[in-house]
């Protein structure tokens, strides 16, 4: 079974910190990977997707370790806004439209 | 925003009872899929339509009956539900079956007693 890992948290940060999750999977074939942010009793939004060795999006910077078989999502100088749950996602297979959603990592951000 | 909606939001039924969850993309996309969000688990893909075609059945109990009858349209029908089928349902699209991201509706809590 081809899965995706993350650490669930919570991580507890401070405004302004900067924060790092890393996203494993087990599917070596996969070309793309997602990163989805969802709010309390909301639906996943996508934030930002990674086709080749990352992806930088202002505060917000997504990385791809082949070699490895992790992704990571950067963020810096968090905001309190930033309090969500990033959940990771991979194609199931190769060329496979199926994602693989990861149980997402818990961030909240403190004053 | 209003690309993918969903409704009803919030769905309350008896196990005997037959429902429908409604969703529809305002984003021009081919394909679309039913998401099941459990607590404490991933996202379960349910199933995928591209063109209004099924191309995926994740071993979906027969009670999760969907139907697409064009591509901006999909349906998934209820009925005979059992209470462990209670979590949240999440509709989505993408532009093409191989492109990968998805956009999800707004989902629908639904609680079955």
């Known amino acids: 079974r081809k899965e995706v890992e993350q650490d669930p948290g919570p991580f507890n940060v401070p405004e302004g910190a900067t924060v790092a999750f890393n996203c494993t999977y087990s599917?070596?074939?996969?070309?793309?990977f997602f990163w989805y942010r969802q709010d309390c009793r909301k639906e996943p939004k996508l934030l930002m997707s990674?086709?080749?060795s990352g992806n930088e999006d202002g505060r917000f910077t997504a990385q791809l370790n082949r070699a490895s078989q992790y992704i990571s999502l950067l963020i810096r100088d968090s905001k309190l806004s930033d309090s969500a749950t990033y959940l990771c996602?991979?194609?199931?297979?190769?060329?496979?439209?199926?994602?693989?959603f990861g149980k997402g990592t818990k961030l909240s951000v403190i004053p | 925003e209003t690309g993918v909606t969903q409704t009803p939001r919030h769905l309350v039924m008896g196990m005997t009872n037959k429902k429908s969850l409604k969703c529809e993309q305002h984003?021009?996309?081919?394909?679309m899929y039913w998401y099941k969000q459990s607590a404490k688990k991933p996202l379960e893909l349910m199933f995928v339509y591209n063109f209004k075609e099924q191309t995926e059945n994740n071993s979906v109990p027969s009670r999760f009956s969907p139907e697409c009858p064009n591509s901006s349209h999909l349906f998934l029908h209820l009925h005979t539900l059992q209470p462990e089928d209670s979590a949240l349902y999440l509709c989505a699209s993408s532009q093409e079956l191989a492109l990968n991201e998805q956009y999800f509706g707004p989902g629908t809590r639904l609680t079955v007693t």
């Open positions: 990674v086709y080749s």
């Open positions: 996602a991979a194609p199931s297979g190769a060329g496979s439209y199926q994602l693989t």
């Open positions: 984003l021009g996309h081919n394909a």
């Open positions: 599917n070596s074939a996969s070309q793309s």
